[in-house]
């Protein structure tokens, strides 16, 4: 299972962009990489997934190197609403294998006005 | 379009207890999996069902059995409670093979406390 490092913690400002960046060294072939969003006392939420290069939606931007051993989150123009942990799992989801995908502790993320 | 919906909401028990824990997925989804999230930690995968059927299992005790049925919902029991089973339990629906996009929809939990 492709464990993923990411940092415990994030402070930023409205307005600016936030970068997140997640390791995972021991990715497969066969993973994508997927992030969610969880408000306190709710379920998470899905925000992006990709396995190469750059997605981009209405949400949020996803940047995987040619390596895949990392990713990084891009959230353009916080703002206080966007105060959250966010998730980054490495696993093959579309595949059905949802008891791969491992939630670590992810990245609180705090906007300040 | 509902999404997917948990009850109940908050409950409490007492140690030895058993508990019933019950979703509905996604209108249009079939696959239902139960996560249980611990307070400052992400959530950890308990089982997975699909076509009515144990799919997969995380590293979770056979106090924690679920069931699948023909409409799709779900539900979670927990045996002999224990004072660490006190969480946040999450479902979340999805599509089963070969539509499966590895998108997870959640509910907004369950939470449990177990005195």
């Known amino acids: 299972l492709a464990k993923t490092t990411q940092p415990i913690s994030m402070d930023s400002y409205e307005g600016q962009e936030v970068n997140i960046t997640c390791s995972h060294n021991n990715i497969a072939t066969n993973d994508y990489i997927t992030w969610y969003q969880q408000f306190p006392s709710q379920g998470p939420r899905f925000i992006i997934q990709g396995y190469k290069t750059k997605v981009t939606n209405e949400v949020a931007s996803l940047f995987i190197p040619a390596d895949r051993k990392s990713s990084t989150l891009s959230l353009p123009r916080v703002s206080l609403s966007d105060t959250a942990v966010y998730y980054c799992?490495?696993?093959?989801?579309?595949?059905?294998?949802?008891?791969?995908?491992?939630f670590g502790k992810g990245t609180k993320l705090s906007v300040k006005p | 379009d509902a999404g997917v919906t948990q009850s109940p909401t908050h409950l409490i028990k007492t140690r030895g207890q058993q508990v019933t824990l019950r979703c509905s997925p996604k209108?249009?989804?079939?696959?239902v999996s139960w996560y249980q999230q611990a307070l400052g930690q992400g959530p950890q995968f308990i089982f997975q069902y699909y076509e009515e059927e144990e799919r997969q299992r995380g590293n979770f005790p056979d106090r924690f059995s679920g069931h699948q049925y023909p409409n799709y919902s779900s539900e979670l029991n927990v045996n002999a409670l224990l004072l660490g089973d006190s969480a946040l339990y999450l479902c979340?629906?999805?599509?089963?093979?070969?539509?499966?996009?590895?998108?997870?929809?959640f509910g907004e939990g369950s939470r449990l406390t177990v005195l």
């Open positions: 799992l490495v696993g093959d989801p579309p595949r059905g294998s949802q008891g791969n995908l491992i």
């Open positions: 979340a629906s999805s599509l089963g093979p070969p539509r499966d996009t590895g998108e997870l929809f």
């Open positions: 209108s249009g989804h079939d696959t």
